[in-house]
């Protein structure tokens, strides 16, 4: 079992920038386990999209909507994934939702922190 506790979300006015935190908690078989980190976002009445994500080898992966905007990075000393988000714009407001994978194929979901960006 991996636990996921999120931070960082909030309020921003547009061309803002918030940094959205994930730690990892768990047994130490199942942290050594994980190999994808990343962040997925939900925005009201539509469905669940990629934000970007990052592996174990700290190969990236964003979506077109996010890239040369957002980075996301990884401390795996701290079992953390961090996702910078600069030139923030009213359509990413979200909830953003951390998630991992374990090489075993189990997913693992955070309970989502909400980033609202203002016009």
């Known amino acids: 079992q991996v636990q996921l506790v999120e931070s960082g979300g909030g309020l921003v006015q547009a061309g803002g920038s918030l940094r959205l935190s994930c730690a990892a908690f768990?047994?130490?078989?199942?942290?050594?386990?994980?190999?994808?980190m990343g962040w997925y976002r939900q925005a009201p009445g539509k469905q669940r999209e990629l934000v970007a994500h990052i592996n174990s080898g700290g190969s990236t992966n964003y979506a077109n909507s996010v890239k040369g905007r957002f980075t996301i990075s990884r401390d795996n000393a701290k079992n953390t994934v961090y996702l910078q988000m600069n030139s923030l714009k009213p359509e990413d407001t979200a909830v953003y939702l951390c998630y991992v994978n374990r090489i075993q194929g189990y997913a693992y979901w955070g309970q989502g922190t909400q980033v609202t960006v203002s016009s």
């Open positions: 768990g047994s130490s078989f199942s942290i050594l386990s994980i190999n994808v």
